[in-house]
């Protein structure tokens, strides 16, 4: 009986010293969603614990545990004498494979296991069905879900077997990242494409301009005839083991028009440590006579090239795209757009001013034209007008001619058979008198020859322009005697107006003829007769037959209010007389 409760003392005081914690534990992919994972957890050879999908148990935290899950797709993980020792998420993930690139590239990569959680374990085997691989890839650096530096093992590094019946693979880590296995394999990778004119070359394959380069992109060749051009690209082998090329190895750039023509045999080669000729050209696709052999070992770079005479009637874009593929099915492509642009040429035209125009002094006037695209595109234009004030034609300048404003039409991509049109603004600051050869230079960002449009030629000149708000000026019918007869509309003035568009008025003149009797012409009123004053001068000034300055330095918009008085004198019939009054505008120079 003491016996029993000494023992029974004992168990109690086990049960007091043992805790518990919860332990979760989920699978993830590299979005984040939990994988069907079948879990497992194993205490001295039994199992305690086991659920699919995702696990949630609790463990005494002073146990050691064996944690088993396997995925349906992805290694098989096993974690021997794995413990805990407080509450604990457990949640590695699985990754698409992913290739480390470069001198230790990896090829038929396994998904990727990756768990950056701290935990407590002795060793964890990873199991895998595939054949042998001949390398272990842990990742060193993981961020941004991708790792940023991959660290190679060989298998021998590890403890691991292989079972060649059933083509499983284990091997055994102490601590965790992130690992998968693979097998060394060349990888090629295409570095650059490069386009050059080997028009008239003598050597086409290794002369010629460089037209354009880079990778996936839009390539450009502009041309106004058909050209030939050498088309290059660099492949270079990123891979751990070297590139043996035999017949089943793959390079193809695919898209070209099947109208264009190149040699096959000597046209289509491969330079690797010497040259390799021959290919096929069919249905628009280029594909080089890989059979030709030849080794690119890490890090060694072939040239694929091939040469090829362009001909189009007609601007065109071709979708293309090159593709090296190996047996050991690694690859690399591009996708990419040539655009073959066919050039044409500019004919420039001035329409306004007309030939023989006379453009006002210091006033605006338009100068215009328009240009046709003919037998090709014709890119963006450049448009400058030109005088040739010194002897040759030379573009505006603001002594000259100012240019106040541009507006163009349709002349930023200008395409075969369209017009771009043009109108200037134009200032003519040139001296009073003085004439002008004008026309205007069409040039375009493509290489086309720039063109010179036909010459019109105008003058500047001083335009005065006045407006008469009146035609008559009416004193009604005459009575011999009559003394300072005011004209009818003198309350509300004569007026006349400096048109806003006319030049400075310098001076302003007046005359007048007689007045003749409407009823017997042998009856006249001289001239000397009628007098006017202007609004604000007080003193009427007397018309003569010949000019007299009213005014000067009238400016435009400038308005003069004139009355008008006439003296009758006797001897004459009553009734109404005719006769006419004249201004004069002139400058001081005119």
Not at 505 to 517: A, E, M, N, R, Y
Request: a negative charge; proline letters at 2%.
């Amino acid at each position: 009986m003491e016996k029993s409760l000494i023992l029974l003392t004992i168990l109690i005081f086990l049960s007091l010293a043992t805790t518990a914690a919860d332990f979760t534990v989920e699978t993830l992919d590299s979005d984040g969603d939990r994988l069907n994972v079948e879990y497992e957890v194993v205490l001295d050879g039994e199992t305690i614990e086991s659920s699919d999908g995702s696990l949630e148990t609790e463990l005494e935290t002073a146990e050691q545990y064996k944690l088993i899950a396997e995925p349906e797709e992805g290694p098989k993980t096993t974690f021997y004498d794995f413990s805990i020792s407080e509450d604990f998420d457990f949640r590695p993930r699985i990754f698409e494979k992913e290739l480390p690139e470069g001198e230790e590239f990896l090829t038929h990569a396994d998904k990727f296991y990756f768990n950056n959680q701290s935990i407590d374990f002795d060793t964890a085997k990873l199991t895998l069905e595939r054949e042998q691989p001949d390398r272990i890839a842990q990742c060193m650096d993981f961020e941004g879900l991708e790792c940023q530096e991959w660290g190679l093992n060989s298998v021998s590094d590890f403890e691991s077997s292989y079972d060649s019946e059933n083509e499983v693979f284990s091997y055994n880590v102490s601590e965790f990242s992130g690992y998968t296995t693979g097998e060394n394999a060349a990888l090629p990778s295409l570095e650059n494409i490069q386009i050059f004119n080997v028009t008239d070359e003598e050597s086409q394959r290794t002369g010629g301009e460089l037209v354009d380069e880079g990778l996936n992109k839009t390539f450009n060749l502009n041309q106004s005839s058909s050209e030939e051009y050498r088309f290059s690209f660099e492949v270079k082998n990123q891979g751990s083991d070297d590139w043996v090329l035999t017949s089943s190895d793959s390079i193809v750039h695919e898209g070209l028009n099947q109208s264009w023509e190149l040699d096959t045999a000597e046209d289509i080669y491969y330079e690797l440590d010497e040259i390799k000729e021959g290919g096929d050209f069919s249905e628009g696709e280029v594909s080089w006579n890989t059979g030709n052999g030849g080794t690119l070992e890490p890090e060694q770079q072939l040239n694929a090239n091939y040469i090829v005479n362009i001909s189009q009637a007609s601007t065109n874009t071709f979708e293309q795209s090159f593709e090296v593929l190996t047996t050991e099915d690694t690859q690399d492509s591009d996708n990419h757009e040539l655009d073959v642009t066919v050039l044409g040429i500019i004919e420039a035209f001035v329409e306004n001013p007309i030939d023989g125009s006379v453009v006002q002094k210091n006033r605006e006037f338009n100068f215009t034209g328009f240009i046709d695209c003919i037998g090709g595109d014709c890119g963006t234009l450049d448009l400058e007008p030109r005088s040739n004030d010194s002897g040759q034609q030379e573009s505006f300048n603001e002594d000259i001619f100012e240019v106040t404003e541009m507006r163009t039409d349709n002349c930023d991509d200008l395409k075969q058979d369209e017009r771009c049109e043009i109108d200037w603004s134009v200032n003519a600051t040139g001296e009073d008198g003085s004439t002008h050869l004008l026309d205007f230079e069409a040039s375009s960002n493509y290489d086309i020859e720039s063109q010179s449009s036909n010459r019109t030629q105008i003058t500047v000149e001083e335009i005065l322009l006045l407006d008469m708000g009146w035609n008559v000026i009416d004193f009604g019918l005459l009575d011999p005697g009559d003394s300072e007869r005011p004209a009818q509309d003198n309350e509300q003035g004569y007026n006349l107006t400096v048109d806003e568009e006319s030049n400075t008025v310098d001076h302003l003149w007046i005359k007048g003829s007689d007045l003749i009797s409407e009823e017997e012409s042998r009856y006249s009123i001289g001239i000397g007769n009628m007098s006017y004053s202007i609004e604000g001068n007080n003193e009427p000034e007397t018309i003569g037959s010949s000019f007299t300055r009213v005014d000067e330095d009238l400016d435009p918009g400038e308005i003069l209010s004139f009355n008008y008085w006439l003296d009758v004198p006797q001897g004459i019939i009553r009734g109404a007389y005719t006769g006419s009054i004249t201004f004069k505008a002139n400058t001081t120079e005119g």
